[in-house]
């Protein structure tokens, strides 16, 4: 990307979709949210070069497409089976907690948790009470991404370059040392049970985007380094026009 207000536009672009991701892993759909996802125009997003992401937005159509009186409860289902470790393969859960693939000892509340807890820490984000999945829940770790993406755009906003270079830079050391170490692994082995194509499209969404993510947050970095620079030249032509 060449300019400070395109990386702004991918920003949100990152933000949004990881807050949509952030709720497909949460907790089962509702008929409403079915409708709304059902009546949305997917063809752009069929064709993104990243073949996972198209792929997987063409399974969320084509799934949607065909839904029925039973859709609901067969994605339920599904959610179940995958996402709330209803199911087991060779021993292993598949279950979206960082903890399950990174943690020696298998404890949902061990190491690994708590280091999640405490890059949440360091920026001030804390889980809202009464929520009883652990913190490195990839929702939660997921929004926390959204969460750095709007500040980095508020700092840009305000003009505060270090700032927003800085949260990038938090931004990418959680994806490389926390969600990228893990989510492949979720993601293979959740294949074994999925059984509908809507979640199954999800889950290459996932991935695809998150395959990307350490390149994108470079690029975006790149981009708002070099904004003094391209403001200096311009102003330098501008002076010389005159």
Same mark, same amino acid.
């Given at each position: 990307?060449?300019?400070?207000?395109?990386?702004?536009?991918?920003?949100?672009? *990152?933000?949004?979709?990881?807050?949509?991701?952030?709720?497909?892993?949460?907790?089962?759909?509702?008929?409403?949210?079915?409708?709304?996802?059902?009546? *949305?125009?997917?063809?752009?997003?069929?064709?993104?070069?990243?073949?996972?992401?198209?792929?997987?937005?063409?399974?969320?159509?084509?799934?949607? *497409?065909?839904?029925?009186?039973?859709?609901?409860?067969?994605?339920?289902?599904?959610?179940?089976?995958?996402?709330?470790?209803?199911?087991?393969?060779?021993?292993?859960?598949?279950?979206?907690?960082?903890?399950?693939?990174?943690?020696?000892?298998?404890?949902?509340?061990?190491?690994?948790?708590?280091?999640?807890?405490?890059?949440?820490?360091?920026?001030?984000?804390?889980?809202?009470?009464?929520?009883?999945?652990?913190?490195?829940?990839?929702?939660?770790?997921?929004?926390?991404?959204?969460?750095?993406?709007? *500040?980095?755009?508020?700092?840009?906003?305000?003009?505060?370059?270090?700032?927003?270079?800085?949260?990038?830079?938090?931004?990418?050391?959680?994806?490389?040392?926390?969600?990228?170490?893990?989510?492949?692994?979720?993601?293979?082995?959740?294949?074994?049970?999925?059984?509908?194509?809507?979640?199954?499209?999800?889950?290459?969404?996932?991935?695809?985007?998150?395959?990307?993510?350490?390149?994108?947050?470079?690029?975006?970095?790149?981009?708002?380094?070099?904004?003094?620079?391209?403001?200096?030249?311009?102003?330098?032509?501008?002076?010389?026009?005159?």
């Amino acid at each position: 990307m060449a300019t400070a207000s395109e990386a702004s536009a991918t920003l949100a672009h *990152r933000r949004d979709l990881y807050r949509v991701l952030a709720s497909m892993y949460f907790n089962v759909l509702t008929e409403a949210q079915i409708e709304d996802l059902a009546g *949305r125009d997917y063809a752009p997003l069929t064709a993104d070069e990243n073949e996972l992401i198209a792929s997987g937005f063409n399974d969320i159509r084509r799934y949607l *497409r065909k839904r029925h009186t039973g859709t609901h409860q067969e994605l339920a289902m599904d959610f179940t089976s995958c996402f709330l470790g209803a199911r087991t393969y060779e021993g292993l859960t598949a279950a979206p907690y960082e903890s399950l693939y990174l943690d020696a000892s298998g404890l949902l509340m061990g190491r690994v948790r708590h280091d999640v807890f405490e890059a949440y820490k360091r920026e001030r984000v804390a889980l809202q009470k009464g929520i009883d999945y652990a913190d490195d829940h990839v929702s939660f770790e997921f929004e926390f991404m959204a969460i750095l993406c709007e *500040r980095t755009l508020a700092a840009l906003e305000r003009g505060d370059g270090t700032e927003a270079r800085r949260v990038l830079a938090v931004q990418r050391s959680f994806v490389t040392e926390h969600i990228n170490r893990w989510f492949t692994r979720f993601h293979h082995l959740t294949t074994r049970f999925i059984e509908t194509r809507f979640y199954r499209g999800v889950l290459n969404i996932t991935q695809g985007f998150l395959d990307e993510e350490p390149g994108l947050i470079d690029e975006i970095a790149d981009a708002i380094a070099r904004a003094p620079e391209r403001d200096a030249a311009a102003a330098a032509e501008s002076q010389g026009a005159a």
